[in-house]
């Protein structure tokens, strides 16, 4: 790793990489919210097929993911009207449909952990509907935001086989870190390989340790 | 008594098992549709099992260096080989081009395709699809061919990579990109409509030289490479898209 040295193509990967994890985890969070507030607290019969939809980027491989991708992207395919292939916009719909579970699941566990007790009590000091919502459902939901959070960034981070099917490996707009690392190893270039991979690793860890942190800090205060 | 049986019968197998031996062959992605026609055309006349392996060079390669056990390897280029046999892995001087790819530009939605240079140079399409320059051999003759004609700065912002030339080949029968650099293998395998796409000439970029190496020696192995520069092979390569060269 000494006398290594980062390219700018490769600083360029890592902010696409950055900007592409950190813009999948917003939209998600806050697409996934009603999502999760909803499969949380319905009887509906429909639960178990969406909570089943949800969870189908968990078993699939990536690959199948951006194979249908493409084709739904291609002329014939629904999105056709989007231009989407090989664009950034393509990738941030291939990572949220690729993290929906990672962001989803936190969140349901957190709303339905809340329980009834505490909206109804909230209700009857004459808490409105949001107001119930920012003063009561956030602050108990906020580990799971947390974790929704650290897991959306994360898996986004690490995305590789979506991608590699719908990016087109285009610098500063679809080519990310791993597309990158795969690159540099292919080509037998091990150096530069390492660098990223090194970086890459450390960055997880990093983002890992903050949220295991933050429980543990949590467990102790209570 | 039946054990007994049980025991003579597996001993008559024997031999017959000892003659019908198998090999593990390592093959470019490219290459992998046309050899496993040549493994069945083998098999059918000799008996032997082929083991394909399809996947990318770069892997192959690691995996070989690693002690994976292959028995042969047909690589998409002929770096690798080279490199292997210069490292020392595989039989010394087994190293021959089995097959030489041919380049050409396939525009799907243009039936009555004509010049390659002029299409590049003066359509109006939004996507060009090649192979990575850095990883594949088509991609590095795709970058050559643009270099000579001119192009090449000029329609960076239209190219799209693939990681192989399967990739770029997919990303243009998907309809994402409207036109690509690919490989004459694939457009046959394909059997896309003839007009559609237009040979890029071999004189504008290094030949696609696709190498095999022995990686250990054996009797099968060895027929079995006697077998792909014999004339049968030859003429389904050929008409699979590759051309042969003359002197191997």
């Known amino acids: ?222 | 008594m039946p054990a007994l049986r049980v025991l003579l019968l597996s001993l008559c197998l024997l031999p017959g098992m000892a003659a019908s031996a198998e090999i593990k062959v390592a093959v470019a992605a490219n290459f992998a549709p046309t050899l496993r026609e040549l493994a069945e055309d083998f098999s059918a006349d000799t008996g032997h099992r082929v083991l394909i392996s399809s996947g990318s060079t770069g892997k192959h390669y690691a995996q070989i260096r690693n002690g994976a056990g292959f028995d042969i390897f047909l690589a998409a280029d002929s770096k690798h080989p080279e490199l292997l046999e210069a490292e020392g892995v595989g039989v010394a001087g087994s190293r021959f081009t089995y097959a030489v790819g041919r380049l050409a530009l396939w525009v799907p939605g243009e039936p009555g395709l004509g010049s390659p240079e002029e299409y590049l140079r003066t359509a109006d399409f939004t996507r060009l699809a090649i192979a990575n320059p850095r990883l594949a051999p088509y991609g590095l003759a795709a970058q050559q061919t643009l270099e000579i004609w001119q192009l090449w700065d000029q329609l960076q912002p239209r190219l799209v990579r693939g990681e192989n030339i399967a990739q770029a080949h997919q990303f243009v029968a998907t309809g994402n990109a409207p036109a690509g650099l690919v490989a004459l293998s694939h457009l046959r395998a394909g059997g896309e409509p003839d007009g559609t796409f237009r040979l890029i000439p071999d004189s504008l970029h290094q030949p696609i030289s696709q190498q095999a190496l022995l990686l250990r020696p054996g009797e099968v192995a060895e027929a079995f490479l006697r077998y792909l520069r014999g004339g049968a092979a030859t003429e389904l390569i050929q008409a699979s898209g590759y051309q042969v060269p003359v002197d191997r």
């Open chain 1, 1 to 222: 790793m000494n006398g290594g040295y980062i390219s700018s193509g490769d600083l360029q990967a890592l902010w696409v990489t950055l900007q592409l994890a950190g813009l999948s985890t917003l939209f998600l969070l806050v697409l996934g919210t009603p999502m999760a507030w909803w499969l949380a607290r319905t009887h509906n019969r429909l639960r178990a097929p969406a909570e089943a939809l949800i969870a189908l980027p968990l078993v699939l491989p990536p690959t199948v993911l951006g194979f249908y991708l493409l084709l739904a992207m291609g002329p014939d395919g629904p999105l056709s009207g989007l231009s989407l292939a090989f664009t950034f916009g393509g990738l941030l719909l291939g990572s949220m449909a690729y993290s929906l579970p990672f962001v989803v699941q936190p969140l349901r566990d957190a709303f339905a952990a809340i329980g009834e007790q505490p909206l109804e009590m909230a209700a009857c000091l004459g808490a409105s509907p949001t107001d119930r919502f920012r003063s009561v459902v956030l602050p108990l939901a906020r580990p799971g935001y947390v974790t929704a959070a650290v897991l959306g960034f994360a898996h986004t981070l690490g995305e590789f086989g979506v991608v590699l099917m719908i990016g087109g490996n285009i610098p500063g707009e679809t080519r990310v870190l791993s597309i990158a690392v795969y690159e540099h190893v292919e080509a037998l270039d091990y150096s530069r390989a390492h660098i990223l991979s090194a970086g890459l690793l450390i960055l997880s860890f990093a983002l890992l340790l903050v949220v295991y942190t933050s429980r543990f800090r949590r467990r102790e205060d209570a």
